[in-house]
């Protein structure tokens, strides 16, 4: 390992290569100048940094960064918002890719399971209008989580899919999928004991307990490491906005005769909302139990 902390005299070729000696030895390595001397390693290194104000063109050209101003604070700044951003990114594309995987596969079982068709194409339109809009785009605006600066530096070769996350967003989308038609199938069974042969209720159902477990779904997402009840529910004021927004729009499809007539829906009675809020947030409802036992053992 390299013990030694401090070059002195050190020529353009010598600072490449100690570029090169940490890279080697598996660290990112950001490399400042601001003379056309430091121009190799800046372009080596895996992160170039030049001077905006006394830097030569020819290392602003090698660089991946300018400080305009020329202050070391500014690199401390600029890691702390991309970090932010390329979590954000993460959780952007965690709840898209989980909840869309859970729609297709919805339709893909049941067509296995030969079973009716659990939703209508309008409602699965429905569906990608009020949750993959509103609240995946104030998702993005997720302020950053608590410790993002102790964080070890990613590796280079690291994907967006890293960390298990593709496991997380398949393995959500699964379970958004047979929850959804659990609903649909109970309400398939309710019009049978009631002898009525339509497939609205059922798909009614089918239709909210999707658009529910997808917003309860979008407070998960906030972050890999926290539960939504650490962060606080109102750290991020335009989610909260977002979903009552989305919910808001899905209650109005329900229960406006004029919206159920172009979205092929029925009202549904208290206890039906029950069972379907049970189903979609039964992980949420886990995970406030954990943080509230958690609470309880640490102030013990």
């Not at 090698?62 to 954000?88: C, K, P, Q």
């Not at 009552?244 to 499809?253: A, D």
């Not at 004029?258 to 829906?265: D, E, K, L, S």
């Amino acid at each position: 390992t390299m013990q030694s902390r401090v070059f002195a005299r050190v020529t353009p070729q010598h600072k490449n290569r100690i570029v090169k000696v940490l890279q080697r030895y598996g660290h990112v390595v950001a490399m400042t100048g601001d003379g056309v001397n430091d121009a190799p390693a800046i372009k080596t290194a895996d992160i170039g940094i030049s001077m905006g104000i006394t830097g030569t063109e020819v290392t602003k050209e090698a660089s991946s960064m300018i400080l305009a101003d020329d202050d070391f604070s500014t690199i401390v700044n600029a890691v702390y918002e991309g970090r932010a951003i390329y979590d954000n990114i993460r959780k952007f594309i965690r709840y898209l890719l989980g909840c869309n995987i859970g729609e297709v596969l919805v339709m893909f079982m049941a067509s296995l399971l030969a079973m009716p068709l659990p939703m209508l194409p309008i409602q699965i339109l429905w569906v990608n209008l009020v949750t993959d809009g509103l609240p995946a785009i104030a998702l993005g605006l997720e302020p950053p989580e608590p410790g993002i600066m102790n964080r070890k530096p990613r590796s280079v070769n690291e994907g967006v899919f890293s960390q298990g996350l593709g496991w997380v967003i398949l393995s959500r989308g699964v379970f958004i999928s047979i929850i959804t038609l659990i609903s649909f199938s109970i309400g398939v069974y309710i019009n049978s004991i009631n002898g009525i042969d339509d497939l609205s209720l059922a798909r009614t159902m089918a239709l909210t307990t999707l658009v529910i477990a997808q917003l309860f779904y979008v407070f998960e997402c906030r972050s890999e490491r926290f539960t939504p009840f650490e962060l606080g529910f109102f750290k991020n004021p335009f989610l909260i906005a977002a979903v009552l927004c989305s919910l808001s729009m899905h209650l109005m499809v329900l229960y406006i005769p004029f919206f159920q007539g172009v979205f092929h829906t029925v009202a549904i009675t208290w206890w039906q909302w029950l069972i379907i809020v049970s189903m979609a947030g039964i992980r949420f409802i886990w995970k406030y139990l954990l943080y509230v036992g958690k609470i309880f053992v640490s102030g013990n």
